[in-house]
């Protein structure tokens, strides 16, 4: 198939390069130049486990080619996937869906014949009749183009996996025989061939789709975390708490890890542009626990903040403290609402000398938090340290051997926000070790 991709960060730049790899011929579409010559050069803009990979394989081929003009896209593909972003509003809960309205409405008028447009973009239920309305006012095709919800479910650092390998498929139209299905189906052949369970739906259950996954799994991880404080309180173990709940079926283990908690850019938006629009339905009652959830994972960076004043005796001002992590998760350099460092923030303002290191994301923190310090070495990053965080799981933290940071830290102190530490060889290696949720 010709298809195009419209919007091309994250989600986009990897759907585009996935779909290359299920066969099609693509056309990725951005209107940031500066991306586009990147793509093209067959390297991401970004850091995604496996993308520059795919990418470089995909636009040597001539499979997978990247644009920024919307007449050479609607030209090209008869199938248009939107992923463009849909953050959160300045000063509001709400998603603001102006660049979603955007690239529908500078595609709209280059469609002069059917074609189908597929949003996988995050958005509040109702959105999709918003999006056709655009599309008949002003593409040329008029209701010759046929709108299809298609969510998606992504983890950052497993994005090429969960587009390639997914653990469903959710297809979303406007009426139960709409004409699109069959071309979605076709896209994605070989992934439902594959048994990947397919739903077929209405639009706005498709809509629905990501907001209520995203909004479970954080109130999965919320409960596990508000738990950790139990725990803490019964000088009880969380982690083996988890593990106990983890072998109900009914509750299950996957993704209830506790530690310093979730954020990125899908969790804390989805929840609060969750919230947001039951608000406007008028059904606001019902999803009021997800104020709690999100409270409950806001206070866990209070509470790393609290720990490490503990363990500095009460004086946070002048001291030196190491964080290890900047990326929001380990394996991607993706820093919007990262833990890690809204801890290393909160920690400078009360005085402390912070120094912050991190395998890919660096760079990025350097530009939105210059007033830290930045090491690339997480050895080196310890040197004279009163005080060590590990906040970011990457593994390569995990498999540092803590005999060699014992005498060149001032003070032989970790707080492990992650709970990936291995506690009895830190202990052994002559460090003092506090972790959340346990003894």
């Known amino acids: ?83 463009v972003g849909t953050p959160q509003q300045a000063g509001d809960n709400a998603y603001d869906l102006t660049p979603l309205f955007s690239a529908v409405r500078r595609l709209a008028p280059r469609l002069n014949r059917p074609a189908v447009v597929a949003v996988k973009s995050t958005v509040p239920v109702g959105t999709a009749p918003r999006v056709a309305d655009i599309l008949k006012e002003f593409a040329p095709a008029g209701g010759k183009i046929e709108v299809a919800w298609n969510p998606e479910f992504l983890r950052e ?34 992934i439902i061939e594959s048994g990947t369970p397919t739903i077929v739906t209405d639009w706005a259950t498709a809509e629905l789709a990501k907001a209520s996954a995203n ?16 725990c803490e309180a019964a000088g009880a173990d969380v982690g083996r708490l988890a593990d106990i709940l983890g072998h109900d079926a009914r509750i299950g283990r996957r993704g209830m890890r506790p530690g310093l908690g979730f954020g990125g850019g899908c969790l804390p938006k989805d929840i609060r542009g969750f919230m947001a629009r039951a608000g406007e339905l008028g059904v606001d009652q019902a999803l009021t626990f997800l104020h709690e959830v999100d409270a409950i994972n806001n206070r866990l960076r209070e509470r ?64 939105t938090h210059p007033e830290l310090d930045y090491v690339d070495d997480p050895i080196a990053a310890v040197h004279d340290a009163d005080l060590l965080l590990h906040l970011t799981e990457w593994a390569h933290f995990s498999q540092i051997d803590p005999t060699r940071l014992t005498d060149s830290a001032a003070s032989p102190k970790v707080i492990d926000g992650r709970g990936t530490l291995d506690a009895a060889r830190w202990r052994e290696a002559g460090w003092t070790v506090r972790a959340l949720g346990r003894p």
């Open 1 to 83: 198939m010709k298809l195009t991709v419209i919007g091309c960060g994250y989600l986009g730049a990897t759907h585009a390069a996935c779909m290359a790899e299920l066969g099609h011929d693509v056309i990725g579409m951005d209107a940031d130049m500066d991306k586009v010559h990147v793509l093209n050069s067959g390297k991401a803009p970004f850091f995604e486990r496996g993308l520059d990979a795919l990418l470089a394989k995909h636009t040597a081929s001539g499979r997978l080619t990247f644009t920024a003009s919307y007449a050479e896209a609607a030209q090209f593909g008869d199938l248009h996937f939107i992923g």
């Open 157 to 190: 650092s497993s994005a090429i996996e969960d587009t390639l390998r997914p653990d469903r498929l959710v297809l979303g139209f406007h009426t139960e025989h709409s004409w699109a299905e069959a071309v979605l189906r076709q896209c994605f052949s070989k």
């Open 215 to 230: 909004s479970f799994l954080a109130t999965k991880i919320s409960f596990i975390n508000a738990m950790a404080e139990v």
């Open 304 to 367: 790393m903040v609290d720990l490490a004043r503990e363990q500095l005796d009460g004086n946070l001002a002048g001291k030196r403290i190491t964080v290890w992590g900047a990326a929001f998760k380990p394996d991607t350099d993706d820093i919007r609402d990262s833990p890690a460092l809204a801890v290393a923030h909160q920690l400078h303002a009360l005085g402390a000398a912070v120094t912050v290191t991190d395998p890919k994301a660096l760079d990025n923190a350097r530009k």
